[in-house]
């Protein structure tokens, strides 16, 4: 999949044909470009407390 969206085919289109949803499909890439380094690592998931300051 991740293949496929590199060379130009739209993720909303795969899901349709092969049924994992467009949002699976760009976290696939998304994943596989961090592990390649094509992409910043993850950042920490935000502080949900309000700020006290």
Known sequence: M???VRAGRDP????REFEPSAQAIGNW??????SEGR???KPPPADPRPDSG
């Open 2 to 4: 991740v293949e496929l």
């Open 39 to 41: 992409r910043d690592a």
């Open 29 to 34: 890439v998304a994943e596989a470009d961090r």
């Open 12 to 15: 909303n289109d795969l899901a």
